[in-house]
């Protein structure tokens, strides 16, 4: 069975620089992981700023591509593939973003990029048929498109923003979800919506997630399976709780260790 | 729409002060349609008279009524600007929007082309035209060359506003959502290129306006045809302002500074309402 | 602990209102707020977007611009005797106490140093009007400084981008530091940091008030930091204080029924049960709900909650609570 999505050493070299003085920053250095295509899991990606993880999000959706390795799509390497094939990809393959409010032009209406998801990706003619997919969509994520219909972005918090954004991440049937930060900006009573969507969309839904993230608490809570990166490589990987609870390699030990929670031990002066 | 003017009336006095001198501007102009002297013909009336109630403006050296030669000039002016304005806010548009949005070796073509174009030096190389062209100089042959030199500038304008746009995440929403990159910029992105194209707008018509009125003066254009600058020429001919004939000098030039005064106030007052900042505002976004 | 408080506020109000083109809006961002901070204390205020808490800082330093108004209360400094608010205060008064005796922590870096300056320079800039004496001496008083707060003298000739984030941050502190200030305001001190920098930074913050007994107001979205480093914790909802407490006691015992859905709903390493959030959304403060601002979304509302705003109580133990439904059960 062909994995839904394949990483086989992929690495990321950008060039920073003119052309007389230059140097290359390797943004992401042999990663190789995979997630299969029938069953439905949430891969979690932690790591600071600076450890490639946004880099690596950006390849798999398509907006970047490697410099090294292959990055496959259900079989296909994504560099090589035909335009009627990436425009493919999309549909299978969409992003949520870190900022809500910046993820909808702020002077446009929102129901109108669920619309034209609809006619370009869900198959729906305009009309009455791309307006049920939309509703549908919005249904999946605890909204309606009564509630959403001829609103503005700055009418929503910043959790309805981001559901929002789920909808219309759903309304071309994705197989896979790149989340890129997605609660860091939501407010935290309301962040567990979000989270507790992302597993209702892999248990009801088979839908596969890459959440990409650094906060850990939130990692442990929804992951099956954790990838720590650091400076572009991959440090530590396997089963979400596993890892967490009993880091092994020295910065997951740090990051674990690091994580101020609400019945944590108290802040000592430290140097 | 209405609303809006309606709101700029009430609220902003520049766009008042604008919009009534542009409006006395415009109706001069219209009001050549009724002109009971045609545009070109030379001694219909008795020359040099000063402003009476018979000729509200004078009447000028060669026998033509100031005020009804003024409506003609204006209109022909005002033509001119807005073509010359029209245009090159295309052209600006286009290679601004698509430099800005494309990158990369696109974008570094076209700068180059633009910056060539922003080092031409205007004014002798309009002369140059006029020598090469001489008779076949028409104002709307001058209006194409014009627009052709005078959309560099705000070119690179509109391509930093797209290049500060197309890092927004909304311009990824938009690209994941299946929209083109025609698409993508005309309706993502032009909202808020428009504050900067208006008021470009504006200022291309006050220099086209402006250059056209140099080179008549100089007597490089069609000087049968009445525009302000071949009034002043003229006038300059019949050496006026010695002969006392201030009139046939000082209204040309008065209707010609309210045009600019009055277009220069009405971008102002209207750029302020169409950011997209005051827009958010007023929507009740962006206080927080 | 006990003394008179270093700073004290009282019904502090203070609205945004903005007049565009014929429309009015005003949005009451700190409606009403009554707390103390006493000397030698981290008191935490928490809150989520459009809870006010940003507006209720830079309304108690002072740093009013238009459209956010001050209305109305006060909001008292021990070492500013006779002036009911920095707000109200002439501008030379405010001029003296800034960043001498009241000094900010801001959120990024960035918004304090300036990029084209070296440290040196910048601290110069900030501190050297508040310092007696001459250059000698405060670059002293600078090198002395830094050393207490084990920040590398070599930082000094460093331009702000040649620093990381964390170092960035941790000279900002010591910028703030400097004057010794009686009171800092700390406005999301470590939002953009990385989590492993973020118990530096913190560690740093906590060492530096414990050595010069200021007194810290930590403002945070971030429970996490709240419950690491404060020592009293202040929960804000929609312009209003809801709870305030010791923090171990708020933490093991909300009162507030927004409170306890807040840290119930927090996610934890090694608990994997399931956690819901809240419903609804935080409300619009131009136009917010009627009586108690929370009772949209509160499992426990009455007829009451939506008549009247519920007063702060005492509840024992320095506990103040702003629920109809507690006081009910609590003061019977």
Known sequence: ?271 | MWGIVKDLIKYNSEFRIGATLILVVLTIAGLSLVSPYPANVTYVVAPDVPPSRAHWFGTTSRGQDVFWQLTFAIRNTLVFGILVAGLSRLLSLAIGLVAGYRGGWVDRVLMSINDTFIVIPLFPVLILFYFVLRDRMSTALLALIMACLGWAYDARLIRSVAMSIKSREFTETSIFSGMTTREILMQEHLPYVMPIVFSTTMNNMNWSIGLEVTLAVLGFMDIDTPTIGSMIYWANQHTAIVAGIWWWIAFPVGLVVMTFVGLFLLAVSMNEYIDPRSRLARMGGGVR | MTGPPVLSVENLQAYYRTHYFGVNREVRAVDGITFDVHDNEIYGLAGESSSGKTTLIKTVAGLLKPPLQFVGGAARFSFLPGHDALATAPRAVALGVWWSRLSFIMQGSMNVLNPLRRIRRTFRDFALRHVRGTRQEFGQRVLDHLARVRLDPSVLDAYPHELSGGMRQRVTIALATICKPQFIIADEPTTALDVVIQKDVLGMIRQIQREMGSSVLLVTHDMGVHAALTDRLGIMYAGRLVEEAPTRKLFAAPMHPYTQHLIASLPRIGDAGHRNSLEGSPPNLADPPSGCRFHPRCPLARDVCRASAPPLIVAGGGHRVACHVVAGAGAS
């Open chain 1, 1 to 271: 069975m062909t994995a839904l999505l394949k990483l086989d050493h992929v690495s990321k070299m950008f060039v920073r620089g003119g052309i007389l003085s230059s140097h290359r920053v390797a943004a992401v250095r042999d990663v190789s992981f995979a997630i299969a295509a029938d069953k439905a899991e949430i891969v979690t990606i932690i790591g600071e700023s600076g450890s490639g993880k946004s880099t690596l999000a950006r390849m798999i959706l398509g907006i970047q591509m490697p410099t090294a390795g292959t990055l496959e799509l259900y079989g296909r390497n994504v560099a090589k593939a035909s335009r009627a094939e990436r425009r493919a990809f999309m549909a299978m393959v969409q992003p949520i973003f870190q900022n809500p409010f910046d993820a909808f032009n702020p002077l446009k209406k929102l129901d109108r990029y669920l619309f034209m998801t609809a006619e370009r990706f869900g198959g729906a003619a305009a009309g009455e048929v791309a307006q049920t997919a939309a509703d549908v969509a919005l249904k999946k994520v605890g909204l309606s498109l009564a509630e959403v219909r001829g609103r503005f972005p700055h009418e929503l918090s910043g959790g309805q923003l981001q559901r929002v954004a789920i909808a219309r991440a759903l309304v071309s049937n994705p197989r896979l979800i790149v989340a890129d930060e997605p609660v860091s900006m939501v407010d935290a009573s309301l962040r567990m919506a979000i989270v507790n969507l992302f597993g209702r969309l892999r248990d009801e839904m088979g839908i596969s997630i890459v959440y990409i993230t650094h906060d850990l608490a939130t990692a442990y809570y929804i992951s099956d399976r954790i990838i720590i990166m650091q400076k572009g490589e991959v440090v530590e990987t396997g089963d979400a709780r596993g890892v967490l609870s009993a880091p092994q390699h020295p910065y997951s030990r740090r990051l674990r260790d690091s994580v101020l929670t609400a019945d944590g031990p108290r802040l000592v002066a430290s140097s």
